[in-house]
């Protein structure tokens, strides 16, 4: 692949990544600040469900900002990228045993489900392609602090 086109495919990888973290980042804050009743408007949750939801919604916030954070130099962040995508992951599929013990959630729930499922993996495929096609000349920081070797 040219030059060229692995720059544009860098670029669009980055920008659909930008854009994409800003749904947990924004479902993180919307968590933080309203609990449970960011997804349930007519919630009344007790205190440990409301304390859960916003420890809960401050890990999802943490985890849009880590992955905004990949986004400047996202052939090179593949620990990082691997962490993420392997903690939403974890996430949905646990959302999806709900899903099986409980029925079919709202739509804003099954969006949330094959963005855990579905996207997050193959975004997280496509960088490691993207990275198995750079130049070996210049490791990255995941490699420097791994003593050189690709990670």
């Known amino acids: 692949m040219s030059s060229h086109w692995q720059t544009r ?3 669009l990888l980055q920008s659909i990544v930008a854009v994409l973290a800003l749904v947990p980042i ?4 919307a968590g933080v600040l309203q609990g449970l009743c960011a997804v349930d408007p007519g919630c009344a949750a007790s205190l440990g469900a409301g304390s859960h939801a916003h420890y809960l919604s401050g ?3 943490a985890i849009g900002f880590g992955f905004l954070g990949t ?3 996202i052939e090179a962040r593949g620990e990082r990228f691997r962490l993420l995508t392997t903690l939403v992951l974890i996430g ?5 045993y709900g899903l099986v013990r409980n029925g079919m959630p709202d739509p804003a729930m099954q969006a949330a489900l094959a963005m855990e499922l579905l996207v997050t993996p193959s ?4 960088r490691e392609q993207l990275d198995s096609r750079r130049p070996d000349a210049a490791p990255s920081p995941d490699e420097r602090a791994a003593g050189g070797n690709r990670v």
């Open 59 to 61: 890990l999802l916030l």
């Open 123 to 126: 975004l997280a495929v496509w």
């Open 92 to 96: 949905g599929l646990a959302r999806l």
């Open 71 to 73: 986004v400047p130099h």
């Open 9 to 11: 495919e860098r670029r």
């Open 26 to 29: 924004l479902a993180g804050a």
